[in-house]
């Protein structure tokens, strides 16, 4: 991968289409010289950033971009990280280096699938996975069982708090809701109760396991919406009199009106109002 100003990358890329026909040049649209000297000026300015933060050690080795090898444990990886900014990655000594610490399997972690093909391509001697890949975490599940299923449960409670934090913002953290547990096929049968059971302090709410490649949890989806609405809503006949026409402008306003008859009475509505508000037109029920 080349790295650099536009009119440099231009050339080399001539240079290489002029001197080899079977070389393909395949440019990358980021409008950023990632990797290259010209980056060096930012790399100063991330090191002010980084110097200001309070650094622990890492639960796990982590492999350097600048020299392939993992971080002392005696110091922080603050020069490093600036360094990485202005310096190329050394991938394939970082590949050899993997290669010589086998792990039983190796995870990429991030969007998409990229360095999980970069192995592949190098004949990593191990098996190598894409957490973005829906098939891939499935087959995480099965080689890691139970194991994969605790350490995951704790992330499913924190994506939840993390929306109703977001709620809560919104002014909306009150309101009755229902958590679908979505690609519950993911999570091993044996511990789906488990997790229902963990999430179930967390809220108030109704908890509803969902997955359309088992084709389970639609039906009780749609049970569940019907209910919640059902107790929070109220749908009749109103026969309000003509002399009263404030109360449909509020009725469409408030709630949702699916039909409107004049007749000599005043104004017949057929709608699906708020409880509260509904408990206030009780009087004007076409239907008593």
Request: glycine residues 6%; proline residues 7%.
């Amino acid at each position: 991968m080349l790295s650099g100003q536009n009119s440099a990358i231009i050339a080399a890329e001539q240079y290489l289409l002029d001197h080899d026909r079977q070389v393909e040049v395949v440019p990358l649209i980021g409008g950023v010289p990632y990797h290259s000297p010209l980056l060096k000026p930012c790399g100063q300015q991330l090191r002010k950033a980084l110097d200001r933060c309070e650094w622990r050690r890492p639960c796990c080795p982590v492999i350097s971009n600048v020299n392939a090898q993992p971080y002392p444990d005696t110091v922080t990886p603050v020069q490093w990280l600036e360094q990485q900014l202005s310096q190329p990655v050394q991938w394939q000594r970082s590949l050899t280096y993997l290669t010589g610490h086998l792990s039983p399997i190796a995870i990429e972690i991030g969007p998409q699938s990229v360095l999980k093909n970069l192995l592949l391509e190098n004949r990593y001697p191990a098996p190598v996975y894409a957490f973005d890949n829906r098939h891939d975490r499935a087959q995480l599940a099965l080689v890691l069982g139970d194991n994969m299923a605790v350490k995951t449960d704790p992330e499913a409670v924190r994506h939840y708090e993390t929306t109703l934090e977001v709620l809560n913002e919104l002014g909306a953290g009150d309101k009755p809701m229902i958590v679908v547990l979505n690609k519950v096929d993911l999570v091993p049968e044996e511990r789906r109760g488990a997790l229902e059971t963990l999430l179930a302090p967390h809220f108030s709410g109704r908890v509803v396991p969902m997955s359309v490649k088992e084709g389970n949890g639609e039906g009780d989806l749609l049970n569940a919406c019907v209910e919640m609405l059902e107790s929070r809503v109220r749908r009749a006949r109103f026969l309000i009199p003509y002399t009263r026409s404030d109360l449909v402008a509020a009725m469409h306003s408030e709630g949702k009106v699916f039909s409107t008859e004049y007749v000599e009475e005043g104004t017949l509505l057929e709608a699906v109002l708020p409880v509260a508000f509904y408990n206030k037109l009780e009087s004007f029920l076409a239907d008593r």
